[in-house]
């Protein structure tokens, strides 16, 4: 490790990698590795597609930095339609960032600008990344949080619903939770002062946890009668990720602003939030903005993706590898008391490790079999949750079926050998 990198960041191993290519990367002594993190749910094209590379490659000899204050570039418009082409219907109007928490903060600074109100709400346990706004829309872990607050004002939180924590069947958690999110309009921040609800349809960072299609509609619809903007933190979830193109699929809700990056540009840094025209006229024309939005080699890497991702049907194979894999995972669970959940949508799914005798969350246990995974089987996992106990599968949505066995076969072993 160089004495002249930053220690804050939290490295999960000391692997160090050269290069990496579909589902693996290659350690710098030769050793190569399934890699089930994907770069953080970033790679759902595989590491370096051919076709993306190409892509980025055409576009850098012909233009690296076309600011979009500037000058206009053909390729942005052409991203933007084609993204028209994917979003829900009547989602049409962009705006271009590079990161997931720039593209939050655009959500939050259009929804206040369109609205003229000041304050969002968020859910607990949620994650919508590190700059200021967005960590005060953090809940996930306190950690993260610690050291930088005050952070912004105007944020409340609602609580997520949690059948398998809360000991409730799904049903009964979401009818507490609604009614939860409805007295935080009765009693935190009116309607009259709230821009928006912003919501992950699956917690990432916080657990790997699906909200029941049932939940989102019930959001959707009290965001609807406040005639409070909706906005969906599709960052993990989208591009296929859920095994449909947007996570919102599973429930049919209508966002007014969905937010995208990670799987977005196959690992090239580019976001984007979409929203209907009428709500982006409302977003005065330079109150906000950025030098690199819109980079052209991101545009020509996500359109590049999006062709990927179309002709090698990686939405079905997502949908497709996540039913393989939580088959065999409701299976281990039957015979592991330490698989407390086994829970998911497409190639986001979360193993939630707990003690056998009280249920507790155990992120030693965890931490141990994502070691032997990698030592013992040369299979990468990440844990996530508040908890640190949640193990993770988010491979590449090129991953095989073959693949997926191996990994399987890497995390049985590990469980066995971590007892
Ligand atoms: C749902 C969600 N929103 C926002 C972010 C922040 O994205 P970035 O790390 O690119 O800023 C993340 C990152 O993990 C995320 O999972």
């Known amino acids: 490790m160089s004495e002249h990198l930053s220690d804050v960041w939290l490295r999960a191993t000391d692997l160090e990698v050269v290069s990496?290519?579909?589902?693996?990367v290659m350690s710098a002594d030769g050793t190569e590795y399934l890699d089930f993190t994907a770069g953080i749910a970033v790679v759902n094209t595989?590491?370096?597609?051919?076709?993306?590379v190409a892509a980025i490659r055409e576009q850098a000899a012909r233009f690296i930095h076309s600011q979009v204050n500037c000058y206009r570039n053909p390729i942005l418009e052409s991203l933007a339609q084609r993204l028209a082409g994917v979003c829900p219907a009547g989602i049409d109007r962009?705006?271009?960032?590079?990161?997931?928490?720039?593209?939050?903060?655009?959500?939050?600074?259009?929804?206040?600008?369109?609205?003229?109100?000041t304050n969002v709400v968020v859910f607990e346990g949620g994650f919508h990344g590190r700059t200021h706004m967005a960590m005060a829309?953090?809940?996930?872990?306190?950690?993260?949080?610690?050291?930088?607050?005050?952070?912004?004002?105007?944020?409340?939180?609602?609580?997520?619903?949690?059948?398998?924590e809360w000991g409730c069947d799904e049903n009964e958690a979401n009818r507490r939770a609604l009614a939860a999110?409805?007295?935080?309009?009765?009693?935190?921040?009116?309607?009259?002062?709230?821009?928006?609800?912003?919501?992950?349809?699956?917690?990432g960072e916080g657990g790997y946890l699906p909200a029941a299609a049932e939940f989102m509609r019930g959001v959707a619809g009290l965001c609807r009668s406040h005639e409070v903007l909706l906005v969906l933190d599709e960052v993990q979830t989208g591009?296929?990720?859920?095994?449909?193109?947007?996570?919102?699929?599973?429930?049919?809700v209508e966002p007014d602003v969905i937010v995208m990056a990670k799987g977005f540009g196959?690992?090239?840094?580019?976001?984007?939030?979409?929203?209907?025209?009428?709500?982006?006229?409302?977003?005065?024309?330079?109150?906000?903005?950025?030098?690199?939005?819109?980079?052209?080699?991101?545009?020509?890497?996500?359109?590049?993706?999006?062709?990927?991702?179309?002709?090698?049907?990686?939405?079905?194979?997502?949908?497709?590898?996540?039913?393989?894999?939580?088959?065999?995972?409701?299976?281990?669970?039957?015979?592991?008391?330490?698989?407390?959940?086994?829970?998911g949508l497409g190639l986001m799914v979360g193993c939630e490790l707990v003690g056998a005798e009280d249920g507790s969350p155990d992120p030693v246990r965890a931490r141990a079999v994502v070691d032997h995974c990698r030592h013992e089987s040369r299979v990468l996992f990440m844990t996530c949750g508040t908890a640190g106990n949640v193990i993770r599968w988010m491979p590449p949505l090129v991953v095989s079926p073959e693949e997926i066995d191996r990994g399987l076969q890497a995390f049985a072993a590990a469980l066995d050998a971590t007892g």
């Open 46 to 52: 595989g590491h370096c597609h051919p076709r993306v």
């Open 239 to 252: 591009f296929g990720r859920t095994g449909k193109f947007w996570a919102l699929e599973h429930s049919g």
């Open 181 to 203: 999110l409805e007295k935080v309009f009765t009693q935190a921040t009116a309607p009259h002062e709230t821009a928006a609800v912003v919501i992950e349809p699956v917690l």
């Open 94 to 117: 962009f705006f271009f960032s590079n990161s997931g928490a720039e593209a939050v903060e655009a959500a939050v600074k259009l929804a206040k600008a369109a609205t003229g109100r």
């Open 20 to 24: 990496g290519s579909g589902c693996t």
């Open 266 to 343: 196959s690992g090239f840094p580019i976001s984007a939030i979409g929203a209907r025209a009428a709500l982006m006229d409302r977003w005065p024309a330079g109150s906000h903005g950025g030098t690199y939005g819109g980079n052209p080699l991101g545009a020509a890497a996500v359109l590049a993706t999006l062709d990927v991702i179309e002709d090698e049907a990686l939405v079905q194979n997502s949908a497709e590898r996540g039913v393989q894999l939580m088959t065999a995972l409701h299976k281990m669970r039957a015979e592991h008391a330490v698989l407390g959940d086994v829970r």
């Open 137 to 164: 829309m953090t809940t996930s872990k306190a950690a993260y949080r610690a050291g930088y607050q005050p952070l912004p004002a105007g944020v409340f939180v609602a609580p997520f619903p949690r059948p398998f």
